[in-house]
């Protein structure tokens, strides 16, 4: 059964940093893509950045292109969401969810390939 959980969300203010961690089992295919998305209230889910596990393709929003970067341990079956230069707009609930077929460009943003998706961690940007 496959087992997504997200850890390091918090509080910080504008143009701090944090690093999410998304621990994954429970899967052992390596045509996978990871992702991770955001829900702010009000607003509709967006895709935050992506990435195909073993080294393939790595997408990012616009909006967050030059600040997060997303990587993958694999002795941990973990991948991150590094945050920088946060501003109050980062502020929602990050989820990653896990596809198991391959991201492409036009594929991952919406989230719908995504099969398995965990609980999610919030972020919380202040001005």
């Known amino acids: 059964q496959v087992q997504l959980v997200e850890s390091g969300g918090g509080s910080v203010q504008a143009g701090g940093s944090l690093r999410l961690s998304c621990a994954a089992s429970?899967?052992?295919?390596?045509?996978?893509?990871m992702g991770w998305f955001r829900q702010a209230p009000g607003k509709e889910r967006e895709g935050v950045a992506s990435?195909?596990?073993?080294?393939?393709?790595?997408y990012y929003a616009d909006s967050v292109k030059g600040r997060f970067t997303i990587t993958q341990d694999n002795g941990k079956n973990t991948v991150y969401l590094h945050m920088h230069s946060l501003r109050p707009a980062d502020t929602a609930l990050y989820f990653c969810?896990?596809?198991?077929?391959?991201?492409?460009?036009?594929?991952w943003g919406s989230g719908r390939i995504f099969r398995y998706w965990g609980q999610g961690t919030q972020v919380s940007v202040s001005s």
């Open positions: 969810a896990l596809s198991e077929s391959r991201c492409t460009s036009g594929s």
């Open positions: 429970g899967y052992a295919d390596s045509r996978n893509c």
């Open positions: 990435m195909n596990l073993g080294g393939g393709s790595i």
